[in-house]
């Protein structure tokens, strides 16, 4: 910023504007007032001021020394205000002279002071400028002029100009910001060649709120507001003024790109602005390496973008391809060869497999608060990188661990399976060929169980730290199978120190062990929907029934059996003089078994069989009904989405079986190349071959040998082709380097 601002620059007319005015509750010009309290200053036009009110200024501006001058020296901030927001030019002009003729008794940095004192709001730090700002009308832009010129002047410009809101709610925010906003492109011209400083930070409640309701995110800087908003003039004037950092990170780290992809939402008009303005600033940012700034979470704009499930703008990077040579360096994909509809395709895998920290795919597959994730997952390269690793280690892996399982709980059945007889733990004997296979069998058990405890216990609590919903959808197998593996070692131990409680955590262990095997059913696309369904129908409709159902229960159980006053050992009521009895009796009524009978030995006979009936009608009528309809719509619901559910299981096994694997291992199976793009730009890559037929048939291609055909030449098609036509795209070689470094046939992008 230069010294002293420019004289010579005038105003154009400010173009209309359309603002949204989020609901927060301390808005800027809000005119709601909240209980008794009266605000003194708003931020919209007023009544016009009283012509009293002008008389008694030109009184108080006045030599003469009247007894109404000191209360009128009060009324000044008010009064501009009024003028400001209204756009009165008189009456703004007759105020700063009146404000500068009592600022001649100070000297010159007291008068500085002093007038930009009067100029702005001691409680917010709001100035005369941003009251202006805040009420646009046909006199704003002269207003501003007056303002800034009065300020140049008295020589307080640049604190005036650059000054900040303090309030709490608006803090940081500055001319510049409010007339970005307001969508005023001349104001906005003029305040930057007066010096308004354009690396600031709005950084108050309302600009990153908590709650959305209370304000709204569009970033904190000027750059971030006029891409957010989508103002194209306002951001070519900022990238192109050399002091604007593009690279400025806010109060949470986020970049103007993380802004960006923040304000996208599901619309469709709305993201394109969104990609288009994204796209923008990063062919024109000087620094190539902006997309890959982290805020404070540690994402960058991409891995923001999976976090959040925005599809389209993570669609667009992970598919991007710039072919100029400037700015090529930001290629997401790039084409290696194409033949007729079939192209071949290598796409970046930096930040996007897991051998890179906080991975999309990652990100993805086990953030449950996503709810597109299986959109996401469709989106390439993610999706063929899961099908490769699932047919390159993962299927086998799978295979392995079924037939383990299958043979853990096997043995475990037939070692401690005792259908009838003594139930008392039995002595290991290892004499003979069975007592081998038995202590063989015992051995692959504790080994077995013992590697599940510790598999399952780091896969969820540990590799990837699950919340309880992220339990629920993705990894509740995991924990019963890490309880069942518990059972299985407490019941081996009281086996062996003679404890009889081993039978019960044997019979539970075994039910959980057999049951868990469903878990191997994601292996397979019709047994995993299968699966799927059941899983969704347990946890909506079983849960809620079982749990209204006990409240009945434990209420119809009590109150039959406190009606039974005395009952013989032979007598029919015997059925119902305990609370565990009632229980028992009201389950079979529910599920068809029992029957309706007075029992006479009740205090109340009849009310006794009104009790019955009532349950019936409200749990077996009632309940087991709605129950039915609920998980036949229950079905019918999931059954769109239960193969989306399937492959995100599958793709859920796929991530915890790599991360099982050794680093050895791990190193072997990592896909893709080092594909050499430049000089100094190597990648890793992942070459996927696609076939568009509808793309291909709108396209023109000339691939010949001669320079000649039929007397036609390949610039000839390309005339008629148009300037877009893809031959026209400079041709540059990319080499593909093997897993093991030999260099692989370079091919020719088109």
């Not at 941003?130 to 207003?143: C, G, Q």
């Not at 969508?183 to 709005?202: H, P, S, T, W």
């Not at 993201?271 to 620094?287: A, P, Q, V």
């Not at 809620?544 to 009952?567: P, Q, T, W």
Request: hydrophobic content about 40%; proline content about 3%.
């Amino acid at each position: 910023m230069t010294s002293e601002a420019p004289k010579n620059l005038e105003l154009k007319d400010v173009s209309s504007f359309a603002s949204i005015s989020p609901v927060f509750t301390k808005p800027m010009d809000s005119h709601v007032t909240e209980g008794d309290k009266k605000h003194e200053e708003m931020d919209s036009p007023r009544s016009p001021v009283d012509e009293s009110v002008r008389l008694l200024l030109e009184e108080s501006s006045s030599e003469s020394e009247s007894s109404n001058a000191n209360h009128e020296i009060q009324n000044h901030e008010r009064l501009l205000l009024s003028a400001v927001s209204k756009g009165d030019k008189e009456l703004l002009t007759r105020l700063l002279k009146s404000i500068k003729d009592r600022s001649s008794s100070f000297l010159k940095s007291g008068a500085q002071d002093y007038l930009l004192k009067k100029l702005t709001a001691e409680d917010t730090g709001k100035t005369c400028l941003m009251k202006a700002l805040l009420n646009i009308n046909s006199n704003t832009p002269e207003i501003v002029r007056i303002l800034i010129s009065f300020s140049e002047n008295n020589g307080f410009w640049d604190q005036f100009i650059n000054a900040e809101y303090t309030e709490e709610n608006y803090k940081g925010q500055t001319a510049l910001h409010i007339a970005i906003e307001r969508r005023q492109l001349e104001i906005v011209k003029y305040l930057i060649a007066k010096g308004a400083k354009i690396n600031v930070r709005a950084s108050g409640l309302f600009f990153n709120p908590v709650d959305k309701n209370n304000g709204f995110y569009f970033g904190e800087t000027p750059l971030a507001l006029a891409a957010c908003t989508n103002q194209p003039e306002i951001v070519e004037l900022l990238m192109k003024d050399s002091q604007t950092n593009v690279s400025m990170q806010d109060s949470v780290g986020n970049t103007v790109l993380h802004a960006l992809v923040t304000a996208s939402e599901g619309s469709e008009s709305h993201n394109t602005f969104i990609i288009n303005m994204y796209d923008k600033i990063i062919r024109k940012c000087k620094n190539k390496s902006l997309e890959d700034i982290r805020n404070k979470k540690g994402l960058s704009p991409m891995q923001l973008a999976a976090t959040t499930g925005k599809l389209e703008i993570l669609k667009y990077i992970l598919n991007r391809e710039i072919k100029e040579k400037e700015n090529r360096i930001l290629s997401k994909r790039f084409t290696d060869w194409a033949y007729g509809p079939v192209s071949s395709h290598l796409y970046d895998l930096r930040d996007v497999d897991t051998c890179s920290e906080n991975s999309v795919l990652e990100i993805v597959v086990y953030n449950t608060d996503i709810n597109n994730r299986h959109e996401l997952l469709a989106l390439e390269p993610l999706q063929t990188l899961l099908q490769m690793k699932w047919k390159t280690f993962a299927r086998s892996m799978f295979l392995v661990s079924f037939l383990l399982t299958f043979a853990y709980n096997l043995a475990f059945t037939l070692i401690y399976y005792q259908p009838h007889g003594d139930k008392s733990p039995k002595a290991l004997n290892i004499s003979g060929t069975t007592g081998f296979f038995e202590l063989f069998g015992h051995a692959f058990i504790l080994i077995w169980a013992t590697y599940l405890i510790v598999q399952k216990g780091v896969s969820v609590f540990w590799l990837r730290p699950s919340d309880l919903k992220s339990i629920v959808s993705d990894a509740w197998f995991h924990i019963l199978i890490f309880i069942q593996a518990v059972l299985v070692m407490v019941s081996m131990f009281c086996c062996i120190f003679g404890a009889e409680v081993y039978l019960a955590f044997t019979v539970i262990a075994m039910v959980l062990g057999w049951t868990n095997l469903m878990y191997y059913t994601r292996g397979f696309q019709s047994l995993g929907v299968y699966s799927g369904m059941i899983q969704k129908v347990i946890w909506n409709d079983v849960l809620k029934f079982l749990l209204v159902f006990v409240l009945f229960l434990c209420g119809f159980g009590v109150a039959l059996a406190s009606l039974i006053e005395h009952c013989p050992d032979d007598a029919d009521c015997m059925r119902y003089n305990t609370f565990r009895r009632s229980i028992m009796e009201l389950f079979k009524l529910t599920i068809g078994l029992g029957d309706l009978e007075m029992q006479h030995d009740s205090k109340y006979p009849g009310l006794f069989l009104l009790l019955l009936i009532t349950y019936v009608i409200l749990t077996f009528v009632l309940l087991l009904n709605m129950l039915i309809v609920l998980m036949g719509q229950t079905v019918d619901d999931i059954s769109k989405d239960s193969e989306n559910i399937w492959r995100l299981q599958r793709a859920r096994t796929i991530l915890e079986y790599e991360k099982c694997l050794p680093t050895c291992l791990r190193k072997k199976f990592k896909l893709g190349n080092i594909c050499k793009i430049s000089e100094k730009d190597r990648r890793l890559c992942l070459r996927i071959n696609e076939v568009k037929w509808t793309e291909w048939h709108h396209q023109v291609t000339c691939l010949n040998e001669e320079p000649k055909l039929n007397g036609t030449s390949c610039s000839d098609l390309r005339d008629i082709a148009g300037p877009d036509h893809p031959n026209q795209s400079p041709q540059i070689t990319i080499k593909v380097y093997s897993a093991d470094g030999r260099t692989q046939t370079p091919q020719k992008l088109f």
